[in-house]
């Protein structure tokens, strides 16, 4: 496909007689050549998309949005959220031409989020300017993206917290709450199945604050995206209850700014935009083509297209005078305005709506209110016990009774894994029966859209839950890893997290779930062994404000073990700690987490009674108990013994290191098996008579 291009403004001389349109016109082609000489230099990266949507990206923030460059953590700001993460120089030239401070340590400083330099270091090692956009380490970043669909599903989490935000704090001559969220996307966008979970979400709860701009190039890697997307996209968001538009040429941005204004007006559906581009637009041989999609266009490529915008054919990173300014007068004056008046208003919302007001500073500050862990209850001794996901439960509405900013839901599973907040409202517009200050929120059985959707709700300082079988952990491992990548407190609630599951088979048997977590740096996953565990692993959670922590629950009961008889479950918060000891040097240690752990201690009384030195050591999360001091770690397992036993009912993958080279480790070397969950446990030895023979064993 070759593309026609009009006359070329001529971009170095052209500023005296052109006018706000000549000047319009000039940065979106400074965009479009940053782009270009940025993916050129790092001789990697993807120019075309930028350059093609450069003329919508720079008329959104110029002319629409809502963001004041001199302070981006202005809480009402709207959001720019760019899916195709790939096209990251479009939104690295943007936070440059803004002039976007820098945040240091959640301040913001008066340096520039990005210098020509940085962009002249796009891709390079340790640079502002990675390949795709990372959220905390370049600041105008929003989220992380480039994982495709990624950044669709957070922008529905983060107008959902927009709503909520809206819903209770807002008052009477107090709108503090009214932005918009706009999200670029592309083909491969809508061929992933997360924005199609996403955009039903949005569509089911009238998003009216959301809108996605869609750039149908019709390119993709291989080629045409008629190689494998050839259906009415328009049509299935309109199915979707989506307000649907087009934009027949991606560089009529008067076009667009009337579109933008019917988006804006629409309050009770969010907007798509269907905007036709085309890829690489000015590029004499390689517009429209998949040679401009993931590779640079090359020295002779980029000569001719800087021709055919009239711009110094032999300079590189080049901005002409004036469109820095121009940039800053436009977005910047309106975003300061907006900001300044923000400001007045919560300062006097303050004196209006004090309470309030204090919860909010908490949000934004990721402060917790005093007292929020007072009513987390202590459970007596139990041979009969509860399920872990019960007691949960439990320890999770206490929780929420103090903490009113916690909120979330599961993937059609509240009622098994026991994640409803008792007499709070649905998440849901008035049409359907509920409020958008409700704290349950029903994804529905979209797993991945609601991995994605919690992350875009704890960038607004929520904190989102949400909840799944273990087993179905496999169909949010992008947002769970995203979410450890952005250090977000977002809590994952996995119950049915064992063979315990029992008739459902191995289907729904989780067998390689944990080592995936476990494998996931920046996660921490906790395996409480009874109630008292899962109230103390509820309370380290809640505090830990930098990164996810996902809960392994049991569909079974689990007795609740005598604390006058055991140590306190404190030691939870170490990660791991003795759960039972001798008076003597141990000769043999007995290492479980989760359902297991009452297996170790039925072993140790065993031993004890016969005169055997044991330990007992819970190891309910590997991560914590890794990041003690060695001191501390030697002194829960000495290396000095070796006679252990480690046993959990999943992959033994990683136990070793617990187990060293003579210990045995008792976990599932295959899938399961459909049955009662006592036959199963018998069937793969997790039985207290297993567990004992191995210890003694050990002992030899």
């Known amino acids: 496909m070759r593309a026609s291009f009009p006359t070329p403004l001529r971009a170095p001389n052209g500023l005296e007689a052109g006018g706000t349109a000549n000047l319009d016109n000039l940065c979106i082609n400074t965009i479009r050549t940053l782009s270009m000489d940025g993916v050129q230099k790092a001789n990697s990266g993807h120019p075309g998309t930028a350059m093609a949507l450069a003329p919508v990206a720079y008329t959104l923030w110029q002319d629409v949005l809502n963001y004041d460059p001199a302070d981006p953590l202005w809480p009402n700001r709207d959001r720019f959220v760019l899916s195709i993460g790939h096209a990251s120089m479009l939104l690295y030239s943007l936070i440059y031409l803004a002039g976007v401070r820098q945040v240091k340590n959640g301040k913001v400083t008066n340096e520039p989020s990005l210098t020509i330099a940085d ?7 340790d640079s502002k300017t990675p390949g795709h956009p990372e959220y905390g380490h370049t600041t105008g970043v929003e989220t992380t993206t480039g994982p495709l669909g990624q950044g669709c599903g957070n922008s529905v989490g983060m107008a959902m917290a927009e709503k909520w935000l809206a819903a209770r704090f807002n008052k009477p001559g107090f709108e503090l709450f009214n932005h918009h969220v706009y999200t670029l996307c592309g083909d491969g966008d809508m061929m992933e199945g997360i924005s199609s979970e996403a955009a039903s979400t949005a569509g089911h709860l009238k998003l009216g604050n959301l809108v996605w701009m869609y750039d ?18 328009a049509a299935r968001f309109a199915a979707y209850g989506w307000q649907v538009l087009v934009l027949k040429d991606a560089n009529d941005t008067a076009a667009l700014k009337d579109l933008l204004a019917q988006a804006k007006a629409e309050t009770e559906r969010p907007t798509f935009i269907l905007v036709h581009s085309v890829i690489a637009w000015g590029a004499p041989h390689k517009a429209g083509t998949a040679a401009a999609h993931g590779e640079p266009l090359g020295v002779e490529e980029i000569r001719e297209t800087k021709k055919a915008y009239g711009w110094p054919e032999d300079q590189s990173f080049y901005v002409p005078d004036g469109v820095q300014a121009h940039l800053q007068d436009g977005m910047g004056t309106r975003g300061a305005k907006a900001r300044a008046a923000w400001e007045k208003l919560f300062n006097d919302y303050h004196t209006a709506h004090p309470e309030l007001a204090a919860e909010l500073d908490a949000i934004l500050g990721g402060k917790l209110p005093e007292g929020w862990d007072a009513q987390i209850p202590v459970y007596d001794a139990s041979e009969k016990g509860i399920a872990s996901r019960a007691s949960s439960g439990e320890v999770l509405n206490a929780v929420a009774g103090r903490l009113p900013w916690l909120l979330g839901g599961s993937a059609d599973l509240a009622p098994s894994t026991k994640t409803n907040l008792k007499g709070e409202q649905s998440f849901q517009p008035a049409a359907w029966n509920g409020s958008y200050g409700g704290r349950n929120i029903h994804f529905g059985v979209r797993e991945h859209a609601m991995g994605a959707i919690v992350n875009g709700m704890a960038l607004y300082g929520l904190r989102p839950f949400c909840a799944g079988f273990l087993i179905f952990s496999d169909y949010m491992k992008a947002p769970i890893r995203l979410s450890a990548l952005m250090h977000q407190p977002v809590t994952y609630i996995f119950t049915h997290d064992s063979i315990g599951v029992g008739e459902d088979g191995p289907t729904h048997q989780p067998i390689e779930q944990l080592v995936q977590l476990r494998a996931t740096p920046g996660m921490t996953i906790f395996r409480p062994g009874d109630a008292n565990e899962v109230a103390e692993v509820w309370r380290y959670l809640i505090a830990k404000q930098d990164g996810p922590v996902a809960l392994a629950l049991s569909r079974q009961n689990l007795p609740t073990l005598d604390r006058t008889r055991f140590a306190p479950a404190s030691g939870v918060a170490k990660g791991g700690y003795i759960l039972a000891d001798s008076k003597e040097t141990p000769k043999v240690i007995l290492i479980a987490s989760g359902s297991e752990l009452s297996l170790a201690v039925s072993a140790y009384e065993a031993l004890t009674k016969d005169g055997i030195s044991a330990r007992v050591v819970s190891l309910p999360s590997w991560e914590v108990f890794e990041s003690q001091p060695q001191s501390y770690r030697d002194t829960v397992l000495p290396p000095s013994v ?7 009912a999943g992959s033994p993958i ?47």
């Open 642 to 648: 070796t006679g252990r036993v480690t046993i959990e």
């Open 216 to 233: 149908a190039n019709r390119i993709s890697i291989e080629g045409s995206t008629d190689l494998a997307l050839t259906e009415d996209v």
């Open 654 to 700: 990683g136990w070793d290191r617990y187990a060293g080279p003579t210990g045995e480790i008792i976990a599932m070397r295959g899938f399961g098996a459909s049955a009662p969950a006592g036959q199963l446990a018998k069937k793969f030895g997790f039985t207290p008579e297993a567990v004992l023979e191995a210890a003694r064993r050990q002992v030899g």
């Open 119 to 125: 962009l002249e270091q796009f891709r390079q090692l």
